[in-house]
């Protein structure tokens, strides 16, 4: 069995098996997930904490976070970084079709102008949503690599659920903050929106918890097919570059 390689030379010159796919399914996620949860405040009644209200969204965009701890972690931050640059294009794509498609005007008929006041209902903020969450996912996406791959050498590479779950608690906190003010600022009441921060970051704090089993066991696989396993040590932090 060919065994895994520990890794501080930028891999820029490798090719991966897997790495296209997962930065696919991370756009993906993120782009439905920022564009067709935050709209919907929802709620559920827990036996102590009562009626909890939350973000739809934060059923699936726990996922985007997964996806960026497993790409940090096996393949290094500069890589999760290209990803978070590919979902910011997505994401401003996505607010310029809706903004083109809710402006267009609608042919006659009772269909099309029904369908008209339901695209405006869902997407008409969708340029203020999609602003939020280009910047609170690029700010809480980009904090939450920093911080695992810096915690992956505080470590030495062990304890991996201390590096997924402490990342994604900081990365959290700024993306949830930053994305409910400056999409719903002014919409929602004051107190909602910080009800909604509050639910929407302990939710996904729980749900890497739970889901810690699962990226232990996709990360394993990650680092024995590709044969890496990323140090940054010699890492060029800086956001605002795409090549790796």
């Known amino acids: 069995m060919q065994s895994t390689v520990s890794s501080s030379v930028p891999p820029a010159a490798r090719k991966y098996r897997y790495y296209d796919f997962i930065l696919v399914a991370f756009v993906t996620v993120l782009v439905c997930a920022n564009l067709i949860g935050p ?3 929802a709620q559920f009644e ?4 009562g009626t909890v209200v939350f973000g739809a969204g934060v059923l699936f965009f726990p996922i985007a976070f ?3 701890d497993i790409l940090t972690e096996v393949y290094g931050y500069a890589h999760d ?3 978070v640059w590919c979902g910011f294009f997505a994401l401003l794509f996505a607010a310029f079709m809706s903004l083109v498609v809710v402006n267009l005007t609608p042919a006659p008929g009772a269909h099309n102008t029904n369908l008209q ?3 405006e209902i869902v997407f008409g903020n969708t340029w203020r949503i999609a602003a939020g969450s280009i910047i609170a996912f690029w700010c809480g996406s980009l904090v939450n690599a920093f911080v695992l791959a810096k915690l992956k050498i505080y470590t030495a590479g062990k304890y991996l659920w201390v590096r997924t779950i402490g990342s994604t608690a900081v990365g959290e906190a700024v993306d949830s903050t930053l994305f409910y003010f400056l999409a719903f600022y002014g919409i929602w009441p004051l107190k909602q929106i910080i009800a909604v921060v509050i639910a ?3 939710i996904k704090t729980l749900w890497e918890i739970l889901a810690t089993p699962l990226t232990y066991r996709i990360v394993a696989f990650l680092k024995r097919k590709e044969n890496e396993d990323y140090y940054d040590r010699n890492t060029n932090f800086t956001p605002f570059r795409v090549k790796v």
């Open 200 to 202: 929407q970051y302990c």
């Open 81 to 83: 970084r290209r990803a």
């Open 117 to 119: 006041s339901g695209l």
């Open 66 to 68: 997964l996806f960026g």
């Open 46 to 49: 827990l036996p102590i904490l």
């Open 39 to 41: 709209g919907k405040a």
